[in-house]
Structures are given as C-alpha cells and as structure tokens.
C-alpha cells in the first residue's frame, strides 16, 4: 500500500467540480476523506461521490456551512491535511460584495480558524476558481499563458458589472 494510506485529508465544498476530482484523486491514493457538503443526504448532490472506487470503505460525507463559526472544527480534527474549495457561487446575484465576495472571505476564515486549532493539521490547500484569472483588461488568446499575473482587476468587474471577483485578489487586499 502507499504512503498515503492512513492518512486523514478534508475536502470541503466537496461535491463541487474541482472537489469532486480532489476527491477522486485523494481515495484512489488510498487516503481517507472527510468531505463537506451542504447537504449529505441529497443523492443528487453526493451520488457521484459515493460511486467514487473506495468510496465504501474511505469517504465520510459531512454536512458543514462555510458561514457557521466552527462549523469545520471536528471535521478537520485529525486531519494531515485539508484542501479548501468551497465558496459560495451563484449567477444571479444582485450585490457580489455581500451575496459572494464577504461569504467567501468569511468561510475561508472560517475554515483556517477550524484548521489553526487542530494540531493535527500540517497543510491547507486553499483553491480559486477561473473567476480568479478570468477578468481584466488584457485580451487572453490560445497563445496566452495565465498565470499569477492575470488576476482579476477590481475595477474591470465593477465597470463591466461581472460579479466574479477574485478571492486571492480581495483578501491579498484587506488582510496583506
């Protein structure tokens, strides 16, 4: 068996895309994973999950809310590690400041609170989504490489009413 087995990793936000293939990953490496989900009896939103090979024997839905103080605690307890990607994401939203920007920074902290009063806890991985690169002033085209550079410029979205600020981008802004 490999060196992972044994171990104990947390993927929250876990039923979303880029959580689904952590997941995915993670239990064919042989760790254990403790998944949060908004709802863990919803079989639309955890099917695809529990079907995952080693499902069965090595994945543990929890049900956790990114705006519960706390609510992450006992989930990451014993964890080695934990990967965060869950933020709130709607399309229809009519103040991203409160409805996806402060949700978002919230949860995150949140999450690392969580994983701060864990000893159990040598590493977090914290996820962005395209949104994080995808909107600026600077014209992307196959040639393009994006990078760290291509984050998303605050006033673009604003002017261009895009709702999808970058999380990176704000809270490098409000807490560095």
């Known amino acids: 068996m490999s ?8 993927v929250t936000g ?3 895309y880029i959580a689904s293939w952590i997941v995915k990953f993670l239990l064919n490496r ?18 695809h999950l529990t079907k995952l090979d080693g499902a069965k024997e090595r994945l543990q839905l929890f049900k956790a809310s990114l705006l ?5 605690d006992s989930v990451v307890q014993g964890c080695d590690g934990v990967f965060h990607t869950a933020s709130p994401f709607y399309h229809d939203v009519k103040d991203p400041q409160v ?18 009063k864990s000893p159990s806890v040598k590493r977090v991985i914290l ?16 040639e393009v490489v994006v990078d760290e550079t291509w984050f ?25």
Do not use: W
Not at 3 to 10: D, H, I, N, R, T
Not at 35 to 44: E, K, L
């Open 3 to 10: 060196s992972s087995a044994g171990k104990l990793v947390c």
């Open 14 to 16: 876990a039923s979303g």
């Open 30 to 47: 042989g760790y254990t994973v403790r998944a949060t989900v908004r709802d863990p009896n919803d079989p639309q939103k955890v099917e």
């Open 68 to 72: 519960e103080e706390g609510s992450f």
């Open 99 to 116: 409805e996806l920007i402060d949700p978002a920074v919230k949860g995150t902290l949140n999450v690392l609170q969580s994983c701060a």
């Open 127 to 142: 996820t962005s989504s395209m949104a994080a690169v995808a909107y600026n002033f600077r014209p992307r085209t196959p």
């Open 152 to 176: 998303s410029d605050p006033d673009f979205c604003k002017e261009s009413k895009v709702c999808a600020l970058s999380l990176i981008e704000i809270t490098t802004k409000k807490f560095y």
